[in-house]
């Protein structure tokens, strides 16, 4: 369609509605958006746009440009706010790669093993600058351990880095793949008031009672029963486990169990380390408290499978025969129902699973009887169906005294 002399201004917005509102100032940055309007008006030259509306047009694209500008400045300065907020007290990293220098700010140093060199470590510029980011992985051995700085445009990675984290800080130098090839990257940080060292307990151990485990959530402790409290070395398939619990109790008053290990890959696996706390709201039988854990929790896990394996056969064998004699006209409802009919099977095997929450990433420090857990926030998918597991805003820590 041409843009003629008679067309009026509100229609060449109706054509450019794209350009329009709130949404543009979303778009892009400043110099991007100019662009954009360029363009547009290029296009509306183009189509023969007479003078006066191109004066009247170049007066609403200039609104609109400084408009956006004014939006994407003002959430910019709220989300620099927010990030200053957020890392107050924090530790600083300052980062060099190809003639230029970058400040960031730490946003995670967590420490699950200083001896071994397991941490995670993060830090990255406030909004407005290069949208760099600093990410070192400590996973114990070389093999393990990775270094990514990352920018818009691209990231450098460092292949088997070798590093050390002294108390809070580190510093490291060496070669990297970057964008267009290998270059050398060097970074100093500090950890500050976001470290956590998982291995050291936030406080002392609340309860000395021989097999009892507490577990602090915040200001929350829940008390519970260890029936099953081992230190004895074994290995399982290509896991060696090193230590493991099983204790029962209540949680926000719920029947509930928890277990508790500390394992790893063999050696000929890689070795990794694995600190597990996992939280099922249920209760064992009889004659699971006299199981290992390991294998109750399979069982626990396994709940309702049976049972479902046992009624989808059911459902299936049912409805093949009726299929075998039902007229064509019918098929169509007998499938419906057949959907409708597992659903529900599905709904009543869902609601037989025990609500599981879990903690991964943290550290079980064994010394002598005595052991200690404390990691990341308790994740569950069972929050709609568990009111007990709608608030995991506190990092959990665990106490536990074995007995002989």
Same mark, same amino acid.
């Given at each position: 369609?041409?843009?003629?002399?008679?067309?009026?201004?509100?229609?060449?917005?109706?054509?450019?509605?794209?350009?329009?509102?709130?949404?543009? =100032?979303?778009?892009?940055?400043? *110099?991007?958006?100019?662009? %954009?309007? $360029? &363009?547009?008006? #290029?296009?509306?030259?183009?189509? /023969?746009?007479?003078?006066?509306?191109?004066?009247?047009?170049?007066?609403?694209?200039?609104?609109?440009?400084?408009? =956006?500008?004014?939006?994407?400045? *003002?959430?910019?300065?709220? %989300?620099? $706010? &927010?990030?200053? #907020?957020?890392?107050?007290?924090? /530790?600083?990293?300052?980062?060099?790669?190809?003639?230029?220098?970058?400040?960031?700010?730490?946003?995670?140093?967590?420490?699950?093993?200083?001896?071994?060199?397991?941490?995670?470590?993060?830090?990255?510029?406030?909004?407005?600058?290069?949208?760099?980011?600093?990410?070192?992985?400590?996973?114990?051995?070389?093999?393990?351990?990775?270094?990514?700085?990352?920018?818009?445009?691209?990231?450098?990675?460092?292949?088997?880095?070798?590093?050390?984290?002294?108390?809070?800080?580190?510093?490291?130098?060496?070669?990297?793949?970057?964008?267009?090839?290998?270059?050398?990257?060097?970074?100093?940080?500090?950890?500050?008031?976001?470290?956590?060292?998982?291995?050291?307990?936030?406080?002392?151990?609340?309860?000395?009672?021989?097999?009892?485990?507490?577990?602090?959530?915040?200001?929350?402790?829940?008390?519970?029963?260890?029936?099953?409290?081992?230190?004895?070395?074994?290995?399982?398939?290509?896991?060696?486990?090193?230590?493991?619990?099983?204790?029962?109790?209540?949680?926000?008053?719920?029947?509930?169990?928890?277990?508790?290990?500390?394992?790893?890959?063999?050696?000929?696996?890689?070795?990794?380390?694995?600190?597990?706390?996992?939280?099922?709201?249920?209760?064992?039988?009889?004659?699971?408290?006299?199981?290992?854990?390991?294998?109750?929790?399979?069982?626990?896990?396994?709940?309702?499978?049976?049972?479902?394996?046992?009624?989808?056969?059911?459902?299936?064998?049912?409805?093949?025969?009726?299929?075998?004699?039902?007229?064509?006209?019918?098929?169509?409802?007998?499938?419906?129902?057949?959907?409708?009919?597992?659903?529900?099977?599905?709904?009543?095997?869902?609601?037989?699973?025990?609500?599981?929450?879990?903690?991964?990433?943290?550290?079980?420090?064994?010394?002598?009887?005595?052991?200690?857990?404390?990691?990341?926030?308790?994740?569950?998918?069972?929050?709609?169906?568990?009111?007990?597991?709608?608030?995991?805003?506190?990092?959990?820590?665990?106490?536990?005294?074995?007995?002989?």
């Amino acid at each position: 369609m041409k843009i003629t002399r008679n067309l009026s201004v509100s229609m060449v917005l109706i054509l450019l509605m794209g350009l329009s509102g709130g949404a543009y =100032a979303q778009r892009g940055d400043p *110099a991007s958006q100019q662009k %954009e309007l $360029q &363009e547009a008006m #290029e296009m509306m030259k183009k189509q /023969g746009m007479d003078a006066e509306t191109q004066k009247q047009m170049e007066v609403i694209f200039k609104n609109m440009s400084e408009q =956006a500008t004014d939006q994407q400045s *003002a959430k910019l300065k709220r %989300e620099q $706010q &927010e990030f200053k #907020e957020e890392t107050a007290g924090h /530790g600083t990293a300052q980062v060099e790669v190809e003639g230029k220098q970058y400040e960031l700010m730490m946003t995670e140093c967590k420490i699950t093993d200083q001896k071994t060199g397991r941490f995670t470590i993060s830090a990255r510029q406030a909004p407005g600058n290069a949208n760099a980011s600093l990410t070192v992985n400590g996973g114990g051995g070389h093999a393990q351990d990775t270094i990514q700085f990352s920018l818009a445009n691209g990231s450098y990675e460092a292949g088997n880095p070798t590093f050390q984290l002294n108390g809070k800080s580190m510093e490291w130098q060496g070669m990297v793949a970057g964008i267009e090839g290998d270059v050398t990257l060097k970074f100093r940080l500090t950890c500050g008031a976001e470290m956590v060292d998982y291995v050291t307990p936030s406080k002392p151990n609340p309860q000395s009672s021989v097999n009892v485990l507490t577990l602090n959530m915040g200001k929350e402790t829940n008390t519970f029963q260890t029936g099953y409290c081992s230190k004895e070395e074994y290995r399982t398939g290509n896991l060696i486990v090193e230590f493991e619990a099983m204790a029962t109790g209540s949680f926000r008053g719920r029947p509930a169990i928890i277990f508790l290990s500390k394992s790893h890959a063999a050696a000929e696996y890689g070795g990794e380390y694995f600190h597990n706390l996992d939280l099922f709201l249920g209760e064992l039988s009889a004659e699971q408290h006299n199981l290992p854990p390991r294998q109750v929790r399979q069982q626990i896990k396994n709940v309702g499978q049976d049972y479902n394996i046992q009624e989808q056969t059911a459902i299936l064998k049912k409805y093949e025969e009726m299929l075998k004699s039902a007229p064509p006209e019918k098929m169509g409802e007998l499938f419906e129902a057949q959907n409708e009919e597992t659903k529900r099977l599905n709904e009543k095997v869902e609601a037989m699973r025990y609500p599981e929450a879990s903690s991964r990433g943290g550290a079980v420090t064994v010394n002598g009887q005595n052991v200690h857990y404390r990691g990341p926030k308790m994740n569950t998918q069972d929050a709609a169906r568990a009111a007990e597991f709608q608030d995991f805003s506190a990092e959990p820590e665990i106490w536990v005294t074995c007995g002989e």
